[in-house]
């Protein structure tokens, strides 16, 4: 194979059709596939933390590589992996900065307890939109005393 799809859902696509006669290790293949990003990710990762500036872009680069969808089924439009290969993702993700897990910690639980309710339809309302890159975060530090999810 001398080169890897760009999307996850297409290297497990990959590693699903692929000749049974060669052996894919996915989770190696996964982990192929985001070790650019994570390597961007942690280029500067001290000094912005230092500089106290915001990981908007690196969370952009995220989404944009469909990392805050692995865990959607892919009849919602996600890629479907695994709890045990996403973590095994996200610890590298944060050996390159740790800052990024705990910033999406709240989207990541949020899906997960979409996958756990057998209410097809709030699957539908809210994994949709999280395969397609909508982050869900939480409300909790407003002042205004009231508590929510939101979907930016």
């Given at each position: 194979m001398?080169?890897?799809?760009?999307?996850?859902?297409?290297?497990?696509?990959?590693?699903?059709?692929?000749?049974?006669?060669t052996?894919?290790?996915?989770?190696?293949i996964?982990?192929?596939s985001?070790?650019?990003?994570?390597e961007?990710?942690?280029?500067?990762?001290?000094?912005?933390e230092?500089?106290?500036?915001?990981?908007y872009e690196?969370?952009?680069?995220?989404r944009?590589a469909?990392?805050?969808?692995?865990?959607v089924p892919k009849?919602?439009?996600?890629d479907g992996i695994?709890?045990?290969?996403?973590f095994?993702?996200?610890?590298?993700?944060?050996?390159?900065?740790?800052n990024?897990?705990?910033?999406l910690?709240?989207n990541?639980?949020?899906?997960?307890?979409?996958?756990?309710?057998s209410?097809?339809?709030?699957?539908?309302?809210?994994?949709?939109p999280?395969?397609?890159?909508?982050?869900f975060?939480?409300?909790?530090?407003?002042?205004t005393?009231?508590?929510?999810?939101?979907?930016?």
């Open positions: 001398s080169t890897l799809p760009k999307h996850p859902a297409q290297i497990a696509d990959l590693a699903r059709t692929a000749d049974t006669h052996p894919l290790n996915l989770d190696a996964l982990e192929a985001f070790s650019k990003l994570f961007r990710v942690a280029a500067g990762a001290v000094e912005r230092q500089n106290r500036e915001l990981a690196a969370i952009q680069w995220l944009d469909g990392f805050t969808a692995l865990r009849r919602y439009g996600g695994t709890l045990p290969q996403f095994r993702l996200l610890v590298k993700l944060g050996e390159a900065n740790s990024l897990p705990q910033i910690r709240l990541f639980g949020s899906i997960e307890t979409r996958l756990e309710t209410d097809e339809a709030s699957r539908e309302r809210w994994l949709r999280a395969a397609n890159g909508v982050l975060g939480a409300a909790i530090s407003e002042r005393g009231s508590t929510h999810n939101w979907v930016t």
